[in-house]
């Protein structure tokens, strides 16, 4: 089997919200179906379309807003560049007229509450976030094709090899464990995000990688600063007010702040008490989710759903550990990239799979390593870090209501967040030789405990407080 090439710009990708595994994928998914068709000059002679929703994705697919997804991307639109702002209107385009553009060119006959089904009663064997796409053609030829969202964003389609592929790339350091990650930096001397380096090198060069990790942290930056300052109810019926604008007024006692460098400088300002230190960190993982439970543009990190943990981990490294310095940025977005490609390698970072510590959990590994590194720790320190914030959330369920990424999974950030910064003070103020759990038997206990779990206890809102809370949602 090829080794898995995993690189930094596939653990954070840029997006919309609320879930990169029933949002984004979906998403991607409809894109790369669209693509299949044009390669195979069949796009223009489509007649008619449906999409099959399966298992997680058909029972918490509304409050994911996956048929959302899937429409723009039939339409050709991108995640990663289309305006937000435009979602309703588009999607009330096609629902009022009965008419999807394929690709944006090719305009056929269709009705999302026809054409798109929930099977909320079946499941495909390879994941439970399957969805097919049905097509006849003109000439009355019939074409069907399955995807699978396995968590992040990342999609395979039916017969491929789970995972991103090595894509042609030979990598100068080939890591599936923290076990082989912590061999080659004892070999080299480098540090965890200087052995990623070397490894995105065999992608691009190392001016467009650290580009490239600027912009990511660009779009987290704008998204955290935007939810700081965005008031109101969140979409979805479930009544939930946003709470992070009101909890940064309140921090920065009343004055408001127009530019990013100037908020940051005024937090700095505030002190470092810790009562101060933890309300900010709770409102930067707030905001952040906050604006992915809106259909805001998010990156994952590695998933929209714990997308404010690092985002929340970084902010406090800036604001109160004078870490606003592009390299130290950089640094610390490819130390937690390589955690988080461990876990999806030998694991999972997908809620249907694993439940919420696949992302809650995951995120706040990567989060309190990437601190940790960025604080002076030992590579032995990192890892122990990212073994720390996992182990406390080992069996966390995914039980959203309404399946609606909003309760519990906004706060769980704000959890995540937390639990990242005081694993990296414990492995700071440790002898990781003296430690009696590794990264790798915490993943492989991840995993194990993922099999275990209950399915309903995996992102289908059929347990947990999705069915002990009493709600009055709208129908669907």
Known sequence: MPHECIS????????????????????????RFIDDLQAAGKLPQVKNLAVLLYGSLAKTGHGHGTDIAVQLGLCGDDPVTFDVNQIGSKIDGIRRHRKLPLAGRYEIDFDPLNDIEFLYDESLPFHPNALTFLVTLENGDQTASTFYSIGGGFVVKEGEEKGAGNGGVELPFPIDTARQLLQFCIKTGFSISEIVMENEQAWRSEAATKEGVLKIWQVMQECTYRGCHTTGELPGGLKVGRRAAALNKKLLQGRTYTDYNSWIDAIRAGGNHFSYTLDWVSCFALAVNEENASFGRV???????????IPAVLQYYIAFCDGLHPEKIIQFMLTASEVGSIFKKRATISAAMGGCQAEIGVSSAMAAAALTECLGGSQRQVLMAAEIAMEHHLGL????????????????NTMGAIKAITASQLALQSNPELAKVSLDAVVKTMWDTALDMNSKYKETSDGGLAVNIPLSLPEC
Do not use: Y
Request: net charge neutral; charged share 10%; glycine share 14%.
């Open 299 to 309: 990156v994952t990190a590695p998933t929209n759903g714990a997308a404010g943990v």
């Open 8 to 31: 930094v710009f596939d653990i954070f990708k840029i997006g919309v919200g609320p879930s990169s595994s029933h949002t984004l994928g979906p998403w991607r998914a409809a894109m």
């Open 397 to 412: 369920t995914c039980d959203p209501i309404g399946g609606l990424v909003q309760i519990p999974c906004i706060e769980r």
